[in-house]
């Protein structure tokens, strides 16, 4: 991937989250404190402004470092578990990305382990999860069929009693609810796909 | 060895401040003390840089226990800690405690000498089962 393209779809991914603040806070201040969508923009515009640099680098280096500046900068605990899946899958990722389906697993396990979850629990994961199998599976459409998955996924979350976070302290009144750390996992899945061919 | 030293991360900074406030009324200046809380922005959150310095604030050759409040306070500590020098990462743990008794009863045992795994185990009998 050429520096200039890292660096569009970096700007991208980050203008989608920046621009989707007020439904992932809407989302949030049904089941959560009401900060995701502030602490996810407030980290993606620190990697939003330093997309240029981040982009020079080698892949495995720039998802290192936008995983450091998320960790930095959001505040919340998805500012941890999002930059341990950049750093973890910037880890794992080898230099001609031929390893995707791997390294995504690796990342996937990496934010288990950082969330003391899994998969089925009302959580991120619950995106991520399906997506690295479908991504495991391979296929020639992937880049038309991973934003379904991700958004299915996502709406999936809604019936699910939360066991984790904040919104596991509301037991069954979080039934009926999104999780909106599976929606901005979608949200981040289905741009980087939007954005891939261009 | 010197007594084990106590950091309080909470998302709002009055809480982390007023439990600190209340650890040190009762061990005084015996035990290495620091505390965190609000995000970079000053709102309420926790960010990882900022508990990190007062883990370097609070060192100790002894170790140091963290007490936190919610979700996001125990996975940035977490992240906080892997940040530190190897030499130091081990002697960090985050308590499994309730965080105004459990730093108030955490830093009691410490200011008694005891070590790290003491001094966590004892707050963390206050959690419910």
């Given at each position: ?106 990342a996937v396990g990496a934010v288990m382990a ?50 984790r976070g904040r919104a596991s302290f509301l ?28 | ?129």
């Open positions: 991937m050429t520096p200039e393209r890292l660096e569009r779809l970096i700007v991208t991914v980050a203008d989608a989250v920046i621009a989707h603040e007020h439904e992932l806070t809407v989302l949030d201040q049904a089941i959560g404190d009401g900060d995701h969508g502030l602490n996810m923009r407030r980290g993606f515009e620190a990697v939003r402004n330093e997309a240029r640099d981040l982009a020079c680098k080698p892949v495995a280096d720039a998802l290192n470092g936008i995983g450091s500046r998320l960790v930095m900068t959001i505040g919340g605990a998805s500012g941890p578990l999002y930059g341990t899946m950049f750093i973890a899958l910037g880890k794992a990722l080898s230099p001609d990305a031929s390893n995707l389906a791997e390294a995504l697993a690796c950082r969330g003391k979850s899994q998969p089925g629990q009302k959580t991120m994961l619950d995106v991520l999860a399906p997506v690295q199998a479908a991504v495991a599976a391979g296929g020639e459409e992937l880049v038309q069929t991973l934003p379904v998955i991700a958004r299915d996924a996502a709406l999936a979350t809604a019936p699910v009693r939360a066991v037991g069954d009144r979080s039934i009926g609810h999104v999780d909106p750390g599976a929606m901005s996992a979608a949200l981040i899945v289905t741009t980087i796909c939007g954005a891939w061919e261009t | 060895m010197p007594n084990v030293g106590i950091v309080i991360v909470s998302h709002s900074p009055k809480i982390a401040e007023g439990a600190a406030d209340m650890v040190r009324q009762m061990v005084g200046d015996s035990v290495p003390l620091a505390w965190s809380g609000g995000d970079s922005a000053g709102g309420l959150g926790t960010s990882v840089a900022a508990v990190r310095q007062a883990i370097e604030d609070a060192w100790s050759e002894g170790g140091v226990a963290i007490l936190v409040d919610l979700g996001g306070a125990e996975t940035n500590s977490e992240m906080a800690i892997e940040l530190l020098d190897a030499g130091r990462r081990d002697r960090v743990v985050v308590c499994n405690a309730p965080i105004v008794e459990g730093a108030v009863i955490a830093a009691a045992e410490a200011s008694g000498g005891s070590p790290l795994d003491v001094v966590c185990r004892v707050a963390e009998e206050l959690s419910p089962r």
